[in-house]
């Protein structure tokens, strides 16, 4: 005959087990075996990935993180069509796709879309899009009569491929956060370089912002580095051709720090270097978030008096671009990669955002 059980017994032990589950939830805590499974499963759970446009950041990224980076194979049809495919199992899992959309734009911001729609037919639970350069950001309302506003229909573009959130790095205008219909964190590359620029400890210094519009960034960065501000006056005759004016501050036997989000051609670059020369200033450096170096910049850069040029890595340098002697370039990896981990964790991020 089997032994009974003792009622009495087992109630207690019930209550006893109910008691530890219950004081196990009001302290927030889960049992400590339950907590690691947790945690493996979502070490396991996250991934990822990258498209062709920086694959060096997105491997930075996940060498900071201790991940591999996810494997994907991106072709082109002899016609120039992209093919997409993800080479793991992503079911269940968070994913993040990094991929600036920078030139070629249109190749680089159709491929990603077509990894947001195939990763989110391979029913991953959660994707954000990580676009350390966004791409027709510049293109942000209607200045004139007849044109598209390019940067709110990347967003929803975007937003319809599947990318459940935005994680961005220096956007050309902020409010294009409003623009998306998901969250959106805005990063900023200005601790990086305010870092790089605080080692230097150059004399005498005062930060430049190269046109109204970037006042905001200038201020915020003079403040960190503990040091005056001057604005430089431009009017834009045409696309990419900007006049500069005249300088609004005292520059006389300062060295000046131009601050700039793009570079694009570096025509506004290089006239801000003259003026602030011809008002007085001793040497001109300048730094910016997002190197796009089209056209002309990387000559007109060589050529002119700037001292150096600090830039970060969201967008790759051409072979030319490389072989500059006055352009450095800085990572952004790491900040990147905590951002990804804390919102993988569901913690703040918003430590980044200074």
């Known amino acids: 005959m089997e032994p009974v059980a003792n009622p009495a017994s087992a109630t207690a032990t019930?209550?006893?087990?109910?008691?530890?589950?219950?004081?196990?939830?009001?302290s927030g805590d889960e049992p400590r075996s339950e907590k690691k499974q947790v945690q493996g499963?979502?070490?396991?759970?996250?991934?990822?990935?990258?498209?062709?446009a920086n694959p060096g950041l997105a491997q930075q990224v996940c060498d900071a993180m201790g991940i591999p980076l996810g494997r994907t194979e991106l072709t082109q049809f002899?016609?120039?069509?992209i093919y997409v495919q993800v080479l793991e199992n992503v079911r269940g899992a968070?994913?993040?796709?990094?991929?600036?959309?920078?030139?070629?734009?249109?190749?680089?911001?159709?491929?990603?879309?077509?990894?947001?729609?195939?990763?989110?037919?391979?029913?991953?639970?959660?994707?954000?899009?990580?676009?350390?350069?966004?791409?027709?950001?510049?293109?942000?309302?209607?200045?004139?009569?007849?044109?598209?506003?390019?940067?709110?229909?990347?967003?929803?573009?975007?937003?319809?491929?599947?990318?459940n959130r935005a994680l961005v790095v220096d956007l050309h205008?902020?409010?294009?956060?409003?623009?998306?219909?998901?969250?959106?964190?805005?990063?900023?590359?200005?601790?990086?370089?305010?870092?790089?620029?605080?080692?230097?400890?150059?004399?005498?210094?005062?930060?430049?912002?190269?046109?109204?519009?970037?006042?905001?960034?200038?201020?915020?960065?003079?403040?960190?580095?503990?040091a005056p501000m001057a604005i430089v006056d431009k009017r834009r005759t045409e696309?990419?051709?900007?006049?500069?004016?005249?300088?609004?501050?005292?520059?006389?036997?300062?060295?000046c720090l131009i601050l700039d989000d793009i570079v694009d051609t570096a025509g506004t670059l290089v006239k801000t270097v003259q003026a602030l020369l011809e008002n007085g200033a001793v040497e001109v450096y300048a730094c910016a978030s997002h190197a796009v170096l089209s056209g002309p910049a990387l000559e007109r850069i060589g050529h002119s008096n700037l001292k150096e040029l600090v830039v970060t890595?969201?967008?790759?340098?051409?072979?030319?671009?490389?072989?500059?002697?006055?352009?450095?370039?800085?990572?952004?990896?790491?900040?990147?990669?905590?951002?990804?981990?804390?919102?993988?964790?569901?913690?703040?991020i918003s430590k980044l955002f200074t």
């Open 14 to 26: 019930a209550e006893a087990t109910q008691s530890e589950h219950e004081a196990a939830g009001k």
């Open 41 to 52: 499963r979502r070490k396991e759970k996250l991934r990822v990935f990258s498209g062709t």
């Open 78 to 81: 002899s016609d120039g069509e």
């Open 94 to 163: 968070d994913v993040f796709v990094i991929q600036p959309t920078c030139d070629p734009v249109s190749h680089n911001l159709m491929q990603l879309l077509l990894i947001l729609d195939a990763l989110k037919r391979a029913s991953a639970r959660r994707i954000t899009v990580v676009i350390p350069y966004f791409g027709y950001a510049r293109q942000d309302r209607k200045d004139k009569p007849r044109v598209p506003i390019s940067s709110k229909l990347v967003a929803d573009l975007l937003t319809t491929a599947g990318a």
């Open 173 to 226: 205008a902020p409010q294009i956060q409003g623009f998306f219909n998901i969250p959106v964190d805005h990063l900023f590359a200005s601790p990086v370089l305010v870092d790089h620029f605080r080692k230097q400890n150059l004399p005498n210094l005062t930060v430049i912002s190269p046109d109204a519009g970037g006042v905001e960034r200038a201020r915020f960065f003079a403040k960190k580095m503990d």
């Open 239 to 255: 696309k990419n051709v900007a006049e500069v004016m005249h300088v609004i501050g005292d520059v006389q036997g300062r060295t």
């Open 313 to 348: 890595n969201t967008i790759p340098l051409s072979e030319a671009g490389e072989k500059e002697p006055k352009i450095k370039v800085l990572s952004i990896a790491g900040l990147i990669a905590s951002a990804i981990q804390s919102i993988h964790e569901e913690t703040s």
